[in-house]
């Protein structure tokens, strides 16, 4: 099956490789089940290839392998085959399903539902925080080298965090001069102000520091760190599955 956001499309083949039926599905719940009904009707699904198991095609990997099919990871079609033969949905369902049926798929889908992809969602956050967090820091230190020589003399020689916390506590938003026009001072120190406070929450948010704000708070996976994770893709597809019928094979 060819999977996208918000439809997927499948193929279903015989054991010899002729295509049974092809038909687009939305990417629902009900459209999950509605394909593997759809499915079999061709005979008993067993085995299903889908392209991108850690993408589009997860969710269905995730309902398949609950509802006992077998479900292979297929690998993107060939360039060249593809620029041969052009890109269609349904052309794309049927390689999957061909790669599975004939053995090129053997590579078994992650069910994406336990531990390991417990961490990964948490690896996510904290690598989403590390990396917003850098960069509040590296603005911060720009700013501190245009900044007026008075302010730059009263924050040197401050580690991180008690320059952090002095930014923090600069003047708010809403402190202006007499003459009702922002100085260049003042509007440094409300800049080194909103990103000391940024720091502060991404520090907080990140779920490897324990905090108890963190998103990652009291979930433990500790046999996550002895796994390794599943593929990422773009699409998929849902291949092959042997026939509970004579002739009957895949999708």
């Known amino acids: 099956m060819d999977t996208h956001r918000d439809a997927h ?4 083949l015989s054991l010899t490789g002729a295509v049974l039926a092809t038909d687009e599905f939305p990417a629902t719940a009900a459209g999950y089940r509605d394909l593997l009904k759809w499915a079999r009707k ?10 991108g198991t850690g993408s589009y095609g997860a969710s269905l ?22 620029r041969r033969r052009g890109k269609s949905d349904p052309l794309d369902a049927r ?15 992650k069910s994406g539902d336990g531990p390991v992809q417990i961490a990964r969602m948490h690896k996510l956050t904290k690598a989403s ?5 850098t960069q509040a820091i590296n603005q911060l230190k720009a700013v501190l080298v245009t900044a007026d020589p ?10 991180n965090a008690e320059l952090f916390r002095i930014c923090a506590r600069f003047a708010d938003a809403s402190s202006c ?19 000391a406070h940024r720091i502060g929450q991404l520090l907080r948010a990140d779920p490897g520091r324990g905090d108890s704000s963190g998103p990652a708070r009291g979930m433990s996976c500790p046999a996550a760190a002895r796994r390794g994770g599943d593929r990422s893709g773009h699409g998929g597809h849902v291949a092959d599955h042997g026939g509970g019928q004579p002739g009957t094979a895949g999708q």
């Open 61 to 82: 990997t995730r309902y398949l392998l609950s509802q006992g099919v077998d479900v292979f990871d297929v690998n993107w079609m060939d360039r060249a085959d593809r």
């Open 42 to 51: 061709s005979g008993a699904v067993r085995r299903v290839g889908v392209e």
């Open 9 to 12: 499309v499948a193929s279903v």
């Open 129 to 133: 925080a590390v990396k917003a967090r």
């Open 177 to 195: 001069e007499e003459a009702g026009e922002e100085s260049v001072l003042q509007a440094t120190r409300i800049t080194l102000s909103w990103l």
């Open 95 to 109: 390689n999957a399903a061909r790669a599975v049926l004939s053995g090129r798929a053997c590579a078994r889908a």
């Open 150 to 159: 008075a302010l730059r003399e009263e924050l040197a020689g401050l580690g």
